[in-house]
């Protein structure tokens, strides 16, 4: 049976973006270069990213049916857990419960980690192994979205080419998406943005998230909530 939602820790967020598909990211990259300054925002550039995830759960999805799916993601050298929520509190973008914590090792380590992750893991998991269910490896090209005489960016745009890989190394498919999370937590001032990159670029919304994606080309099917 899934646990009862836990108290959320004092350092969870939340993750708040629109997911959006891509046939090509070439014309959405030639869009946002060419519009440094359309629906109230200035875009510019942010350093590109790799980022190499990979999900895991336990031999009986105790995680899964705890309500969230555990990311372990390396990036600039740095290694951290990220505990995401399975359901989105909005229909018109994702809106999710997102917990992460910095770790020194690999998933071994993940279970004693004193931070918000360690102790949701042991809540739910206790001492139970985790399995990898697949990987992930993303080439991510970042812009931030900041309106005029505002110090904080209101939003990160990512164009994400993602490779999904079986847990035994086997690719399994390729993505291209844009997702533009909104770092400040306002998403009425930029829906103009988004309606109007999504037309100029021909995006459409994404049906799914990356996990679940992944979920499905690794023909996985963990058990209904």
């Known amino acids: 049976m899934p646990l009862p939602p836990s108290p959320t ?3 969870a967020g939340r993750e708040i973006e629109w997911q959006l598909l891509a046939e090509h990211l070439e014309p959405v990259r030639q869009w946002l270069a060419a519009h440094p300054k359309t629906a109230g925002l200035n875009i510019t550039p942010l350093p590109p990213q790799r980022l190499r995830d990979t999900y895991l759960d336990t031999a ?3 995680l899964f049916r705890g309500g969230f799916a555990l990311r372990i993601r390396e990036r600039d050298g740095v290694r951290e857990a990220t505990l995401k929520s399975l359901r989105s509190d909005r229909d ?3 809106d999710r419960q997102e917990i992460t914590e910095a770790l020194e090792d690999g998933p071994t380590t993940l279970t004693q980690a004193p931070g918000a992750v360690g102790s949701r893991m042991r809540e739910i ?5 985790l399995e990898t269910l697949f990987r992930a ?7 931030a979205a900041r309106r005029p005489k505002q ?6 745009i990512a164009l994400d080419e993602t490779c999904l890989y079986a847990r035994d190394g086997a690719l399994l498919d390729h993505l291209r998406r844009v997702e533009i999370e909104a770092t400040g937590g306002d998403t009425e001032s930029l829906a103009p943005f988004v309606a109007a990159l999504e037309g100029a670029c021909a995006l459409t919304r994404a049906g799914e998230n990356k996990f679940a994606a992944g979920l499905r080309v690794a023909g996985l099917a963990p058990p209904r909530h």
């Open 92 to 94: 018109d973008l994702a």
């Open 125 to 129: 998991a206790g001492t139970t192994p």
């Open 9 to 11: 820790p004092a350092d």
């Open 151 to 156: 110090a904080q960016d209101a939003a990160e």
């Open 60 to 62: 009986d999805w105790r």
């Open 137 to 143: 490896e993303t080439v991510r090209q970042r812009f």
